[in-house]
């Protein structure tokens, strides 16, 4: 059975850095994507990374490009995403998100309701 759980969030004033954390359990992580969402009150789920745990290869929402980054470490199945620079903006519930990619090398979704394994989310607040 998959678990994910996050931990990591908290409350920084804008400009400044957090790290969250997910820790992956249940099964190898081989083959998979492993990602980031956000969900600010009364909007929609967004993607903010991803990453192809597998090939190691990286993805960003525009909005996140350069601020933030996502890694992981097979040794410890655990995903990071540092971010930097965080503005009031960022203010959201950040959620970790797996799910098995069709082939090894394929770039994972964006589209929350394509990822079947879910964690239960980290409030993270930036003060201005």
């Known amino acids: 059975q998959v678990q994910l759980v996050e931990s990591g969030g908290g409350l920084v004033q804008a400009g400044g850095s957090l790290r969250l954390s997910c820790a992956a359990s249940g099964r190898t992580f081989s083959g998979y994507a492993m990602a980031w969402f956000r969900q600010a009150p009364g909007k929609e789920r967004d993607f903010v990374a991803a990453?192809?745990?597998?090939?190691?290869?990286?993805y960003y929402a525009d909005s996140v490009k350069g601020r933030f980054t996502i890694s992981g470490d097979n040794a410890e199945n655990t995903v990071y995403l540092q971010m930097n620079s965080l503005k009031p903006e960022d203010t959201a519930v950040y959620y970790c998100a797996a799910d098995p990619l069709l082939f090894w090398n394929s770039i994972p979704s964006r589209k929350f309701n394509t990822y079947n394994y879910w964690g239960q989310g980290t409030q993270v607040t930036v003060s201005s």
């Open positions: 990453i192809s745990w597998s090939v190691g290869n990286t």
